[in-house]
């Protein structure tokens, strides 16, 4: 009985086996369309199927940008700089309204602002 039951078992494997090397239809590169199955040594075959796996491909793609971001922080730590300029007209000479003989002290360098000299001044002159 156990005889029977390892031959039965033994034969399926084989017609199994069989079937599956069967199934396998060769690959066709994308460059290839139209142009029938491509020939690969066992080198080749693997290299291909490493180089084209999509989750190798994924996995090289989270690589990348873990290592942009890696990238992102060491800049956020290396010093910043920042330039501001302003640019003022301050080319017109100011000019004080204010006689000094109103505080009743000493008028400056003898000169005495009168209301025609305040008028002249507010006006721009």
């Known amino acids: 009985m156990k005889n029977v039951l390892s031959r039965a078992l033994l034969a399926a494997l084989a017609l199994g086996a069989g079937a599956s090397v069967q199934a396998q239809a060769p690959v066709a590169r994308p460059d290839q369309a139209g142009q029938g199955p491509m020939a690969l040594s066992l080198g080749q075959a693997v290299r291909?199927?490493?180089q084209n796996k999509s989750s190798l491909l994924a996995t090289r793609l989270a690589e990348q940008t873990a290592a942009a971001k890696v990238g992102e922080i060491k800049a956020q730590g290396l010093p910043q700089l920042n330039l501001g300029a302003n640019v003022a007209d301050n080319f017109k000479l100011?000019?004080?309204l204010l006689d000094a003989g109103a505080f009743s002290?000493?008028?400056l360098g003898g000169t005495t602002l009168t209301a025609r000299d305040l008028a002249a001044a507010q006006a721009g002159q």
Request: hydrophobic letters at 20%; glycine letters at 12%.
């Open 48 to 50: 291909y199927a490493v």
């Open 94 to 96: 100011q000019k004080s």
């Open 105 to 107: 002290g000493p008028t």
